[in-house]
């Protein structure tokens, strides 16, 4: 009996030196010492309405900042519609000093996308390792209605008010009295016949 009570107690003892060793041996996983943290802190579109598959007006800001401790490499991602997954296009910010911001161009080809719809542009700043305030990684901000080509009042339809419009400015350019942007369908500066002639074979058309 008292062997057994020995063999018991050796048991016991070895068990709690393998727990001792155990808990002093484990390294535990920390964070990183240094702060790591990337923002979204600004979204602006060159214009709050494009023709649909015209690459005039559609560039769109993206203003970045590091704003933790770490020099930092990640990718930005920007959407038109971020529920559906529906990408803009995707860029790479290279060593990013801390504190320091940069903003990236985004050129948004609407060919294919629907229109006579607003999208909300919504920029993404991928998480950098061990980033705990994720929170400024998304950025809503802006609203961009996407138009068929000549429709000029973006109403959904092109009719004779399109036209009309067309024509009262017709001859004007860039930075004239009556200049009309959505008129200038290819964005060179002049409303010109190549502009009317635009809306003009589009006539009738509706979404």
């Known amino acids: 009996m008292q062997k057994k009570i020995a063999i018991v107690a050796l048991f016991v003892i070895s068990l709690l030196s393998m727990v001792t060793v155990l808990t002093t041996t484990i390294i535990p996983v920390c964070a990183s010492p240094e702060v790591r943290d990337v923002a979204v802190v600004d979204v602006t579109p060159e214009s709050d309405w494009l023709y649909q598959g015209k690459l005039c007006r559609a560039n769109i800001n993206v203003t970045v900042c590091n704003e933790g401790e770490v020099q930092e490499t990640f990718n930005v991602t920007l959407y038109y519609n971020m529920t559906a997954g529906l990408t803009i296009g995707e860029q790479t910010v290279t060593d990013l000093l801390p504190s320091n911001c940069t903003t990236l161009t985004f050129l948004w080809d609407t060919t294919g996308v629907t229109p006579c719809r607003n999208y909300t542009i919504t920029a ?34 092109i009719d004779v008010t399109d036209v009309y419009i067309a024509c009262v400015a017709f001859g ?6 009556g200049y009309n942007p959505a008129v200038d369908v290819n964005n060179d500066g002049f409303i010109d016949i190549l502009d009317l002639y635009t809306v003009a074979i589009n006539f009738g058309k509706t979404c």
């Open 124 to 157: 993404y700043a991928w998480p950098v390792p061990y980033e705990i305030d994720q929170d400024d990684n998304t950025l809503e901000d802006g609203t961009i209605h996407v138009k068929m080509l000549g429709d000029v009042n973006g109403d959904g339809i």
């Open 172 to 177: 004007t350019s860039l930075g004239w009295p």
